[in-house]
């Protein structure tokens, strides 16, 4: 197995509704189930920042739990505002656990800028 791949959830314990946080690379990720097959999209709302985990997932759409942005999660891309869309990452499920290439996912982190410090999200 390629060392770069790294376990971040059981397949078992996601739910079709509820996504599960994760941090790899640095990055905060939400994973998602959607039609029995997870999703890995960056973890933070476009808007504001807020933790998607926090959210609910309904018929494929991942909303945030502040302020109702919501999120298509097989393209990343919001319903809100055309222009906005969350980083959607490569994931393999194995063994029974979700896995995502954390060296793709650093190299994505040092070539997207961010607009906010770490000490400004929204916990």
Known sequence: MNPEWVRIAELAYLDRAHPVAARVAGIDVVVVRVG?????LYGRCTHRNALLAEGQVT????VCARHGWDYDCATGRSRCD???AL?????EVRDGGVWVDAAAMGRWRLATPMDFYEDELDP
């Open 59 to 62: 018929d494929g759409i991942l």
């Open 87 to 91: 980083a959607v990452f490569a994931c």
């Open 82 to 84: 055309d222009n906005e």
């Open 36 to 40: 029995g097959a997870p999703r890995v």
